[in-house]
């Protein structure tokens, strides 16, 4: 970061370009806090600006985002992002009055970066007051405050420095509710996410919903699931229940203890994997664990015995997660992500009734769930616990997580260890070995030596491949 502002400072230095370092990095700077986010504003030269730091900077690491007149730089091995900003027309002092959020809306001289002290801080509405006393206020009461990304933005920051809402501010989005319209943006998910990659987002995401009665008009979804869910299983709305699940699903995966040492390390390494741009696994986990039953408002009946029933929900849901996805603007793999989760996350719960992890039950789970197995079952834990911690505070939880770490156990030690066989038998090896007919396939053949390893029936050598095949053939 360092060598981004000093490069940025050397670009300053031209007479007819003004830089400026403005929001998060001032704001980390001032609380100490390491920071790998730096938002630039250019007043003149934009392009001249873009063309010199482009020379002085190796972006072969560098990923590339022309959004508007914004530029988006990412680092995803140094874990940098810079965003460079385009005044166009307009002065310093404007682009800060729109940040609408005080301490959002400092700005600092980018000759200057080394230097982040209050003298320094070109700070026209408050923001070192606020970040003083910890507050997450606007800086005027104008109705582009009322925009649902300048909302989620206010209440992502609250997340990222444990502040609280300014009152008049809570007051204001409140009073104005009316007005918000409901709408989706690359800005609104944006922030949307980086609320996703915080501890507590059940918190927030409660806050957005209770406190400022806006949730609904990220998420219209929401509305119907806090009207159905209470039955033999629920004693709460769907709503109330998602919220649950996924409070109690962020109290597991952050936690240093509740799993077996060697799952939680592989959780830890596992949600942290980059789905997309920016996005991890771990915000696609809480995401599937809050909208798990969002398919329930439709697949309700009441059967002949009066009794409600959901069966099939977690397809209609996940089907539901398709559009949202969509509306989101994310990729297809983050879509199909997000639907397997959903559609998938009754298995678990499936196999506890039944009282079956067989080898052959669990191989075919393994096989279908694939790499997103650990987060299925994740979410099933959560949302047994949260489930059945309603209806008896006082029932014995533990038995649910020996089903769950019963499993991942399986997965990790047996099943990992046979997805790649190569270095035993691969399809050359049969193609020499035996004279095979048209309608054999090879593929099925090596699966079957899989499933045979893995339920100890050969050892793990080629020869016992070899003879298994030739017993099979």
């Known amino acids: 970061m360092e060598y981004v502002l000093s490069v940025l400072n050397e670009v300053n230095k031209s007479d007819d370009i003004s830089i400026y370092v403005v929001g998060q990095y001032i704001i980390d700077r001032l609380l100490g806090i390491s920071s790998n986010e730096i938002e630039i504003v250019i007043e003149n030269g934009f392009i001249d600006a873009i063309d010199r730091v482009f020379q002085r900077l190796d972006f072969d690491n560098y990923t590339k985002e022309v959004r508007k007149e914004v530029v988006f730089l990412r680092n995803k091995e140094k874990n940098i992002e810079i965003r460079l900003i385009d005044l166009k027309n307009h002065v310093l002092r404007d682009h800060l009055q729109n940040r609408v959020i005080t301490i959002d809306s400092m700005a600092l001289p980018i000759n200057l970066y080394n230097e982040v002290q209050h003298e320094n801080i070109i700070d026209p509405y408050g923001g070192l007051k606020d970040l003083q006393g910890k507050k997450v206020r606007n800086n005027l009461e104008r109705e582009d405050a009322l925009e649902i990304s300048n909302i989620l933005k206010a209440v992502r920051l609250m997340s990222q420095y444990n502040f609280d809402m300014d009152g008049k501010f809570k007051d204001f989005i409140v009073e104005n509710h009316g007005k918000i319209e409901t709408s989706y943006s690359k800005n609104i998910t944006d922030e949307l996410f980086k609320i996703l990659k915080m501890e507590k987002t059940y918190y927030y995401f409660k806050f957005l919903d209770q406190n400022l009665n806006i949730f609904q008009k990220i998420f219209p979804e929401i509305s119907p699931m806090k009207e159905v869910g209470e039955c033999k299983y629920h004693v709460v709305d769907v709503f109330k229940h998602s919220l649950y699940t996924m409070e109690i699903l962020e109290l597991i995966i952050y936690s240093d203890s509740y799993f077996e040492e060697?799952?939680?390390?592989?959780?830890?390494?596992?949600?942290?994997?980059?789905?997309?741009?920016?996005?991890?696994?771990?915000?696609?986990?809480?995401?599937?664990?809050?909208?798990?039953?969002?398919?329930?408002?439709?697949?309700?009946?009441?059967?002949?015995?009066?009794?409600?029933?959901?069966?099939?929900?977690?397809?209609?849901?996940?089907?539901?997660?398709?559009?949202?996805?969509?509306?989101?603007?994310?990729?297809?793999?983050?879509?199909?992500?997000?639907?397997?989760?959903?559609?998938?996350?009754?298995?678990?719960?499936?196999?506890?009734?039944?009282?079956?992890?067989?080898?052959?039950?669990?191989?075919?789970?393994?096989?279908?769930?694939?790499?997103?197995?650990?987060?299925?079952?994740?979410?099933?834990?959560?949302?047994?616990?949260?489930?059945r911690k309603l209806l008896d505070p006082t029932e014995e939880m533990g038995k649910f997580k020996i089903h769950v770490e019963y499993i991942a156990n399986n997965y990790l030690t047996r099943f990992k260890e046979v997805e790649d066989i190569s270095h035993i038998i691969t399809g050359k090896n049969v193609i020499k070995n035996f004279d095979l007919g048209e309608d054999v396939l090879i593929n099925e053949l090596i699966e079957e030596v899989r499933k045979a390893i893995y339920n100890g029936k050969i050892g793990t050598s080629k020869e016992a491949a070899l003879k298994f095949i030739e017993g099979v053939l």
């Open 262 to 387: 060697h799952i939680r390390k592989v959780y830890k390494e596992h949600s942290k994997e980059e789905i997309a741009l920016g996005h991890s696994r771990l915000e696609f986990i809480k995401l599937g664990a809050f909208f798990h039953d969002v398919g329930k408002p439709s697949a309700m009946k009441i059967d002949e015995t009066g009794r409600t029933r959901f069966r099939g929900h977690e397809i209609t849901g996940a089907e539901i997660i398709k559009d949202m996805a969509e509306n989101l603007g994310l990729s297809i793999k983050e879509r199909d992500l997000l639907y397997r989760l959903v559609a998938k996350h009754m298995i678990p719960l499936v196999l506890y009734k039944k009282n079956d992890v067989s080898g052959k039950t669990l191989y075919k789970m393994f096989k279908e769930l694939g790499d997103d197995t650990l987060d299925v079952l994740l979410i099933a834990l959560a949302d047994i616990i949260a489930t």
